[in-house]
Structure formats: structure tokens, C-alpha cells
């Protein structure tokens, strides 16, 4: 497998930094969600994943986009090594949740793109935030990018299983299979929509 041309030790350090990015973000989102729910006694979120993208991925989607795989390229032109998912329940709280980032003065929010509004050709639905996360190390602090996805649970549902899709094709989906993931997602647009209405009426005989 091919490598990285820079030293080993300067990959692992570069690495370090995104760990410890991911779990200051982590640790951030945390108190915010906590602070979310005290103030209005309701939590949006279902759940919360993270990850730090593994060396081969990086490599693959530098050689995709024409770049020599070097350390320089992988800082300026991979914007998702740290990846955290926020899911929630619907998709008011997509947005709730997106003002509370934008709030936010623990992280410096670089780009935002909202492919809920504004779905890819795919079909693919999430709300993304390009971010900067402040690390502590010997020679100081350092801004690190992370990308942010907030999504309902039933666009998670999709992206899981196109992610799936994907792999077992090698990228190379085959028209009829791409058609149909595309109609399901029209599908769960109308579904979100619908079980928002459904939680908007719940919640209108709870104040009866």
C-alpha cells in the first residue's frame, strides 16, 4: 500500500492532532447538548458518532482528486479526517441544533453546506459544518479542521445504506440501483416532513 512520502513521525503527530481535535470536539458538543436540554427541557439528540479517517482513505481520496499524497495535501485539501455525526430525532432539531453550533465561541466555523435544502444529486440529505477545533500541545495551540454532519435518524438510515451500496460496488453503482436510492430518499424527505407534523401535533395536545 502506498504511503505517505514525509517521515513516519510527522504522519503520527499530524494524526495525534486529529485525535485530540475529535475528542475536544466531542467534549464541546457534549456540554453544549447538556446545556441544550437544561434550558429547554428537551434533548434533540439521538445519538452522536465520531471518527478520525484511517490512512488508506485518506490516500484514496487524495489520488482521487489528483493530489501527490503528502502530508501538505492531506492538511490542506482534506477537510473530513475528524467526522462527527450528530442524529436526531427530527428535523426541526437539525436546525436547532445547526444554532447552536453557529453560537458556539469553542470552535471557529469555516463553511457551512446544507444538503437538506439542497440534497445532492445523489439524494444524500445532512446539514455540514466545516470547523476549526483549538488543540493544546508543547508548542502551543493549533486550529484543526473537523467536519460536523447533523441529520435526522431516517437520513442516517439512508446514508448508511448508500455508504453500503457503495462499497460493494466499488463506486461504480449501477444506474437502476443509483435510481432507486434517489426515489428512497424523496421517500424519507416526505417521511421527516410527516413525523415532524406528528411531533408538532403531539406536542400541541401536551399544552392542552
Given at each position: 500500500m502506498e504511503r505517505f512520502e514525509e517521515e513516519v513521525e510527522k504522519v503520527q503527530l499530524q494524526m495525534l492532532k486529529?485525535?485530540?481535535?475529535?475528542?475536544?470536539?466531542?467534549?464541546?458538543?457534549?456540554?453544549?447538548?447538556?446545556?441544550?436540554?437544561?434550558?429547554?427541557?428537551?434533548?434533540?439528540?439521538?445519538?452522536?458518532?465520531?471518527r478520525i479517517k484511517k490512512e488508506e482513505s485518506v490516500i484514496t481520496k487524495l489520488k482521487r482528486r489528483g493530489y501527490d499524497v503528502t502530508l501538505d495535501n492531506m492538511i490542506n485539501h482534506i477537510h473530513d479526517i475528524v467526522g462527527v455525526r450528530i442524529v436526531c430525532s427530527f428535523l426541526s432539531d437539525v436546525y436547532d441544533i445547526v444554532k447552536v453550533l453557529e453560537r458556539s465561541e469553542q470552535f471557529?466555523?469555516?463553511?457551512?453546506?446544507?444538503?437538506?435544502?439542497?440534497?445532492?444529486?445523489?439524494?444524500?440529505?445532512?446539514?455540514?459544518?466545516?470547523?476549526?477545533?483549538p488543540i493544546y500541545l508543547n508548542d502551543g495551540k493549533e486550529l484543526i479542521e473537523a467536519e460536523i454532519q447533523v441529520r435526522t435518524v431516517a437520513m442516517d438510515f439512508w446514508a448508511s445504506l448508500d455508504h453500503k451500496i457503495q462499497y460493494k460496488f466499488e463506486g461504480a453503482v449501477p444506474k437502476e440501483?443509483?435510481?432507486?436510492?434517489?426515489?428512497?430518499?424523496?421517500?424519507?424527505?416526505?417521511?421527516?416532513?410527516?413525523?415532524?407534523?406528528?411531533?408538532?401535533?403531539?406536542?400541541?395536545?401536551?399544552?392542552?
Open positions: 486529529y485525535k485530540l481535535a475529535k475528542e475536544t470536539l466531542l467534549n464541546s458538543l457534549e456540554g453544549l447538548m447538556k446545556e441544550f436540554e437544561l434550558n429547554n427541557d428537551y434533548n434533540p439528540v439521538e445519538h452522536i458518532k465520531s471557529e466555523i469555516l463553511e457551512k453546506k446544507d444538503y437538506i435544502k439542497d440534497p445532492k444529486d445523489t439524494g444524500y440529505m445532512s446539514y455540514h459544518l466545516r470547523v476549526k477545533v440501483v443509483m435510481e432507486e436510492m434517489y426515489k428512497c430518499s424523496l421517500d424519507i424527505k416526505k417521511l421527516d416532513h410527516r413525523m415532524l407534523d406528528l411531533n408538532m401535533t403531539v406536542n400541541s395536545y401536551q399544552k392542552q
